[in-house]
């Protein structure tokens, strides 16, 4: 298939180039971007062309496997960070994951990125249900999805590992009628 590019008010949601690797490697490098995820330190520039690799052989999102898009401002074509999105096996439920460049935060990127690909995966790919997991001190990420409608469905204990410390894994939820109800309530 062909990877899609989405486009919001401010925003591209375009496929990723082998030149976007370093700078994935970068962000997620950075402790402070690393600080409640899973991902190894550091993240070398390595690991990352075997990631964008993959996704341009894989072409775009499919069903069982994690795509990402890099997140670019319109007005300038400056990379603001990337968004993450899962289809599982079944084509039924989805996940999604965001990260930005600390310089871009502040500005609702990752809310309005985000939400494009919430769009697209329900509209799209018909999908039922969305998830997202985070650290629970992720206060960022939780305003993030709180902003878009997901449902705090709660915490399994001791589940989530940072390097090695082990914290509890929060689980959020948002439904297609949901999203729906959502998106309506937030036009003008
Ligand atoms: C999680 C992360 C993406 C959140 O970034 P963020 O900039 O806070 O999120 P958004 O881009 O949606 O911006 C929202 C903020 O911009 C503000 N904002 C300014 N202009 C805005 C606009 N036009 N629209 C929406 N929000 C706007 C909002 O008030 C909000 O600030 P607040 O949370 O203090 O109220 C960022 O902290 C990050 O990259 N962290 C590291 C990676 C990570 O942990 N990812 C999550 C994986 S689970």
Redesign the pocket.
């Given at each position: 298939m062909t990877a899609p590019t989405l486009t919001t008010a401010r925003l591209r949601l375009r496929p990723p180039t082998m030149a976007d690797a370093a700078p994935m490697a970068e962000r997620r490098s950075d402790p402070e971007?690393a600080q409640?995820?899973a991902w190894p330190q550091p993240y070398t520039v390595e690991k990352a062309e075997r990631m964008v690799a993959g996704l341009i052989e894989q072409g775009g999102p499919a069903r069982g496997c994690w795509y990402q898009w890099v997140l670019e401002r319109v007005s300038d074509g400056e990379v603001v960070?990337d968004i993450a999105f899962r289809l599982d096996a079944d084509g039924h439920n989805g996940e999604v994951?965001?990260?930005?460049w600390p310089w871009?935060?502040?500005?609702?990127?990752?809310?309005?990125g985000t939400a494009a690909a919430i769009e697209y995966g329900f509209t799209e790919w018909g999908l039922h249900r969305i998830e997202?997991?985070?650290d629970p001190r992720?206060t960022?990420?939780i305003?993030?999805l709180e902003?878009l409608g997901f449902r705090h469905e709660g915490n399994q204990i001791e589940a989530y590992w940072v390097g090695d410390t082990v914290t509890d894994s929060g689980h959020y939820g948002l439904l297609r009628r949901e999203w729906e109800a959502h998106r309506a309530g937030h036009q003008d």
């Open positions: 971007t409640f995820q960070g994951g965001y990260v930005l871009a935060r502040g500005h609702g990127y990752a809310t309005e997202a997991e985070l992720n960022g990420s305003r993030v902003r």
